[in-house]
């Protein structure tokens, strides 16, 4: 379920003007967050040039227990200092609304400098059909207000942490 909100995300994203890459972590798996190491690693350096490109990001994770998956806590523990400035939108794969992941989320992205939008999207398993399109109207309503807002004020932010930086 979560690879198909992954790609409805992408899909709204890109309407509304954004260029998009994917990150999948599952795919190509970062080392364990080591603040002595040397950075050397090839997936944290494909990841890393990822990170530094985008100027906003939507955190997709299945809600283990009220937390987010470990894998994405390790990416954000590798990039804190790069997402500093950046914009975030929390997608949640959940039985419930996935509230208290989103939450801690939310806390580790202000701890590494960043902006969240007010609000995520939680999808609960009956939200996606197995053809992997969204149908649950409520959740397809927040996922493309996710993507406009994401572009927009992904915009606004951008303009904002560029014009601090030079």
């Not at 990039?79 to 419930?96: D, M, P, Q, R």
């Not at 992205?109 to 649950?136: F, M």
Request: charged fraction near 25%; aromatic fraction near 8%; hydrophobic fraction near 40%.
């Amino acid at each position: 379920q979560g690879e198909r909100v992954k790609e409805n995300v992408e899909e709204l994203a890109g309407t509304f003007g954004a260029e998009v890459a994917v990150c999948d972590l599952r795919a190509r798996p970062l080392p364990l967050f080591d603040p002595a190491a040397n950075g050397q690693d090839p997936a944290e350096r494909d990841a890393g040039d990822l990170v530094r490109w985008a100027d906003a990001f939507v955190l997709g994770t299945p809600d283990y227990h009220g937390a987010p998956s470990g894998i994405l806590k390790n990416f954000l523990d590798h990039f804190w200092k790069e997402l500093a400035g950046k914009l975030f939108a929390i997608v949640v794969s959940s039985n419930e609304k996935g509230l208290t992941a989103q939450e801690h989320l939310r806390t580790t992205i202000r701890q590494c400098y960043g902006w969240s939008l007010p609000y995520g999207a939680g999808a609960p398993a009956g939200a996606v059909s197995d053809a992997g399109t969204v149908t649950d109207p409520r959740v397809r309503e927040r996922l493309e207000m996710m993507g406009r807002d994401l572009v927009v004020y992904g915009s606004i932010v951008r303009d904002q942490r560029l014009a601090d930086i030079s």
